[in-house]
């Protein structure tokens, strides 16, 4: 056991260590005119330097008069000798009101505990009294949280993760709408209040990581929400972090995926790291933000510190592990709780409770139940409940997003009358412009942004409004209840969902050959969901008209956009239908793949769409074919087996190189066991045949062999992605995007594929298998593939000529 003398040592320590982090000259034990001097340091203010000294008392009971009087009687000579300019008196406990009242007449003389010490150092109590404003703001719109897997409401989850002793982190995940930013400055006003009222309870901070995104730093992070954005003068980063370590403070880190929008994967990562630092010791740190954010791989590594090297998991150094708690969705009966108090506060509380009744009775009737699992949905309904009139038949996700915007755009048009003059529909304009302008900028915080640097190119084409100069002008268009000023010339929109509507629905308003690259870039899945819900989809036609003419990088999940459409699938394929034969860009292929593997279309497409794919093999462009092969290895199960599959798809690529040979042959000129290509009509295909496709005699039968299983670089699966990632303009999603997909998620069941070499030959049409019988019955294993010097068209065309084909009927 500590005796006393090693107790009292401890806090004097402790004492000198947070001292440390804000004057230079801190010391321990110093003699002062013969007496013992716990600490002492000195300050510098308005040009003057004070000494002080610094009495610690760690005792279990609030210091008496007498013990302030035994101290005065210490300190007083030193004083008086002005061999110190101040004293002070920092205990473990405060003091009884009679020590006060003495201490109260003796100017030179303070007492502080440590906790209000640490406070006064820090110098954020400002910061914390405004956190609590969140929390007389909403309280009467705000229904307490609850996690999955967890019986206790959020609060009661949280403080008991506060008291774990253990600094591991905890990351709390949702959805948009969920009310991640609700919980957090819930969370944050309710730390506030506990701290205000006991200063020995954790001091809470509450960063929004969406308006710091340049910062990958903590001393940046840190540095600008107390200076720039707080202003608060004794800040310093080493008081913090000391404060973290000793656990006195309660980090909150709100938008995780707001901020990763505007990094490379490396600079978030970096920041992670960064996040790390402030797990040791005591600490206690929060990170809320949407898992749709970060890929698989990159999640396992920032939340559970794990990364895959060659196909081994190993534990990361640099990330520690996270707790990871989901939001729940809301229940019927929260639903209803947060619908009637939005309902009362908007209609004030003398309005009838019948009333609120029927209109939330009409709600939870016609409104699908999945638009009532979202906070922010239901005060949305709630609001729209409100008026009357409002009729929710047929009503949907698009349907209450598009009203409440426009309402909010009407209201200030209407409702102002200097604003009258700006046609609705040029304002709604402008905020399509506004958000999509805000969401697309590079290396900036999606949902805020300076009034000064709203761009002047997109107010060019709105009437003026009366403005006599561009100022003017924007300051009137961006006058909006769609955003908010939180601080002096920072613009926010009230909700990140808000923001997101207005870009899927400017996204389906402006299209053209340029705009596929920057749509694909930034897409979210909540701004796909809101495309998706779209009534009209006639914009999908626009797009694909010039899909073929993009010149940037498009994702999966952007071409996914068509494919979910029904409407626009139908359309598709009856073009399809109605010109057979004709050659589909790489980029059709790969809607018609997402669409069978969602089972997005009708069963009975399924033969001519196989149909179609081995017409793409046979003699499509290069990409073409290779993404008829991924499609004809992910459905049809080729890669694992299925001998009619694998026959059918080997066939056609053996056919592939015939037709090639057979264009480009001179005269009367009869093929050999070599078949003659032009080096420049040769592709991935060709190479592939005459490496990794083998001839096999075994007792039973002569097969086609070739390799299936995991490992090999050679697979007929890795060549054909190895080549769409580099010729297709597809971005480096591929091996996410291809995931979705059945079949892709699993390991080839078979090391190798072997087929009865009969069994794919009886597919390739007669006239070819006569003119090259040489070539495809050679005895040795492999097939050999001669280049030569002779022209020929370039491989990579829309369409090879294919004098043999194995197609036996027209798509119609």
Same mark, same amino acid.
């Not at 779209?534 to 952007?558: C, H, I, K």
């Not at 399924?606 to 003699?619: F, M, S, V």
């Not at 069994?759 to 050679?778: D, H, M, S, T």
């Given at each position: 056991?500590?005796?006393?003398?090693?107790?009292?040592?401890?806090?004097?320590?402790?004492?000198?260590?947070?001292?440390?982090?804000?004057?230079?000259?801190?010391?321990?034990?110093?003699?002062?005119?013969?007496?013992?001097?716990?600490?002492?340091?000195?300050?510098?203010?308005?040009?003057?330097?004070?000494?002080?000294?610094?009495?610690?008392?760690?005792?279990?009971?609030?210091?008496?008069?007498?013990?302030?009087?035994?101290?005065?009687?210490? +300190? =007083?000579? /030193?004083l008086q000798g002005k061999f110190v300019n101040r004293v002070l008196i920092i205990s473990r406990k405060t003091i009884n009101a009679p020590a006060e009242g003495y201490l109260e007449a003796l100017s030179a003389y303070a007492h502080l505990t440590f906790e209000v010490l640490a406070e006064q150092l820090f110098g954020i109590r400002g910061v914390v009294e405004k956190l609590l404003e969140a929390k007389k703001s909403s309280s009467s719109r705000y229904i307490q949280a609850r996690f999955e897997e967890h019986s206790d409401p959020?609060?009661?989850?949280?403080?008991?993760?506060? &008291?774990?002793?253990?600094?591991?982190?905890?990351?709390?995940?949702?959805?948009?709408?969920?009310?991640?930013?609700?919980?957090?400055?819930?969370?944050a006003a309710y730390a506030a209040e506990k701290y205000l009222a006991d200063p020995t309870n954790r001091i809470p901070i509450l960063i929004r990581l969406g308006e710091v995104v340049h910062e990958t730093q903590l001393e940046g992070l840190f540095g600008k929400e107390f200076t720039a954005k707080h202003n608060v003068p004794k800040y310093r980063f080493d008081t913090l972090m000391h404060l973290n370590q000793l656990g006195r403070l309660l980090i909150i880190l709100d938008g995780f995926d707001e901020m990763k929008h505007a990094m490379s994967a490396h600079d978030f990562e970096a920041n992670f790291r960064e996040f790390n630092r402030l797990l040791t010791g005591r600490a206690k740190v929060m990170l809320l933000g949407r898992p749709s954010a970060l890929p698989s791989e990159e999640r396992e590594l920032v939340f559970k510190g794990r990364k895959r090297i060659v196909g081994t998991t190993i534990q990361s150094p640099?990330?520690?592990?996270?707790?990871?708690?989901?939001?729940?969705?809301?229940?019927?009966?929260?639903?209803?709780? @947060?619908?009637?108090?939005?309902?009362?506060?908007?209609?004030?509380?003398?309005?009838?409770?019948?009333?609120?009744?029927?209109?939330?009775?009409?709600?939870?009737?016609?409104?699908?139940?999945?638009?009532?699992?979202?906070?922010?949905?239901?005060?949305?309904?709630?609001?729209? *409940? $409100?008026?009357?009139?409002?009729?929710?038949?047929?009503?949907?996700?698009?349907?209450?997003?598009?009203?409440?915007?426009?309402? /909010?755009?009407?209201?200030?048009?209407?409702?102002?009358?200097?604003?009258?003059?700006?046609?609705?529909?040029?304002? @709604?304009?402008?905020?399509?412009?506004?958000?999509?302008?805000?969401?697309?900028?590079?290396?900036?915080?999606?949902?805020?942004?300076?009034?000064?640097?709203?761009?002047?190119? @997109?107010?060019? &084409?709105?009437?003026?409004g009366g403005a006599t100069d561009i100022e003017a002008k924007r300051n009137e268009y961006i006058v909006s209840t769609l955003t908010d000023e939180k601080e002096a010339g920072v613009l926010y929109f009230s909700h990140r969902s808000f923001q997101e509507f207005l870009v899927a629905e400017r996204m389906t308003l402006v299209s053209n050959a340029s705009t596929h690259a920057s749509y694909s870039r930034f897409l979210n899945q909540e701004i796909?969901?809101?495309? $998706?819900?779209?009534?009209?989809?006639?914009?999908?036609?626009?797009?694909?008209?010039?899909?073929?003419?993009?010149?940037?990088?498009?994702?999966?999940?952007?071409?996914?956009?068509?494919?979910?459409?029904?409407?626009?699938? =139908?359309?598709?394929?009856?073009?399809?239908?109605?010109?057979?034969?004709? *050659?589909?860009?790489?980029s059709t292929l790969?809607?018609?793949? @997402? &669409?069978?593997?969602?089972?997005?279309?009708? =069963?009975?497409?399924?033969?001519? +769409?196989?149909?179609?794919?081995?017409?793409?093999?046979?003699?499509?462009?290069?990409?073409?074919?290779?993404?008829?092969? /991924?499609? +004809?290895?992910?459905?049809?199960?080729?890669?694992?087996?299925?001998?009619?599959?694998?026959?059918?798809?080997?066939?056609s690529i053996l056919v592939r190189a015939l037709n090639f040979a057979a264009a480009n042959k001179v005269g009367s000129q009869q093929p050999g066991a070599d078949l003659l290509i032009p080096t420049k009509t040769q592709d991935f295909l060709t190479r592939w045949i005459e490496n990794d496709l083998r001839r096999e005699n075994r007792p039973d039968n002569r097969y086609l062999v070739w390799r299936a299983g995991v490992g090999y670089k050679s697979t007929l699966w890795e060549v054909t992605k190895a080549h769409l990632m580099s010729s297709l303009l597809l971005s480096g999603d591929l091996d996410d995007g291809w995931k979705r997909i059945p079949l892709m998620n699993e390991e080839p069941a078979l090391d190798e594929i072997a087929l009865p070499i009969n069994?794919?030959?009886?597919?390739?049409?007669?006239? &070819?298998?006569?003119?090259?019988?040489?070539?495809?019955?050679?005895s040795h294993r492999h097939f050999k593939i001669v280049g030569t010097d002779r022209r020929g068209a370039a491989a990579g065309r829309r369409h090879v000529v294919a004098p043999f084909s194995t197609r036996t009927e027209n798509l119609n």
């Open positions: 056991m500590a005796t006393t003398l090693e107790v009292g040592d401890k806090f004097r320590d402790a004492v000198a260590a947070l001292l440390r982090t804000q004057f230079t000259d801190v010391k321990t034990e110093q003699l002062i005119s013969g007496t013992k001097v716990d600490i002492t340091f000195t300050e510098h203010a308005w040009g003057k330097s004070q000494k002080c000294a610094v009495e610690c008392k760690n005792y279990e009971d609030a210091l008496t008069k007498a013990d302030i009087q035994e101290i005065f009687s210490k +300190y =007083e000579p /030193m959020a609060f009661e989850a949280i403080e008991t993760w506060i &008291a774990d002793p253990d600094n591991q982190g905890l990351a709390i995940l949702g959805g948009y709408g969920q009310g991640k930013t609700s919980l957090a400055e819930q969370v640099h990330y520690k592990p996270w707790l990871e708690w989901r939001l729940s969705f809301f229940t019927n009966e929260e639903t209803v709780s @947060l619908l009637q108090q939005v309902l009362f506060a908007a209609l004030g509380h003398d309005q009838s409770t019948s009333f609120v009744s029927a209109r939330t009775d009409d709600v939870m009737s016609h409104v699908p139940h999945d638009l009532l699992k979202r906070p922010v949905h239901v005060v949305l309904i709630a609001e729209a *409940a $409100a008026d009357p009139a409002f009729d929710f038949n047929g009503f949907d996700e698009y349907t209450l997003y598009s009203h409440f915007i426009k309402e /909010m755009v009407k209201r200030d048009q209407i409702h102002k009358r200097a604003r009258r003059e700006i046609p609705f529909e040029n304002r @709604l304009t402008f905020q399509r412009d506004l958000a999509w302008w805000a969401w697309a900028r590079a290396g900036v915080s999606q949902g805020s942004f300076y009034r000064d640097d709203v761009p002047p190119e @997109l107010l060019e &084409a709105l009437p003026d796909s969901n809101f495309i $998706a819900l779209a009534p009209d989809t006639s914009f999908l036609d626009r797009w694909y008209a010039t899909l073929t003419e993009q010149t940037g990088l498009v994702g999966l999940n952007y071409l996914a956009v068509f494919s979910r459409s029904v409407d626009f699938m =139908e359309r598709l394929w009856k073009r399809i239908e109605n010109d057979p034969g004709s *050659a589909l860009p790489a790969v809607i018609l793949l @997402l &669409a069978f593997a969602d089972n997005k279309v009708p =069963e009975e497409w399924a033969p001519k +769409y196989q149909r179609l794919l081995r017409d793409e093999i046979e003699a499509g462009a290069e990409s073409s074919a290779a993404v008829a092969i /991924m499609s +004809y290895l992910a459905l049809y199960g080729a890669q694992n087996g299925d001998s009619l599959s694998a026959s059918e798809l080997v066939s069994l794919v030959y009886q597919k390739i049409p007669k006239q &070819a298998r006569n003119e090259y019988g040489q070539f495809l019955n050679a």
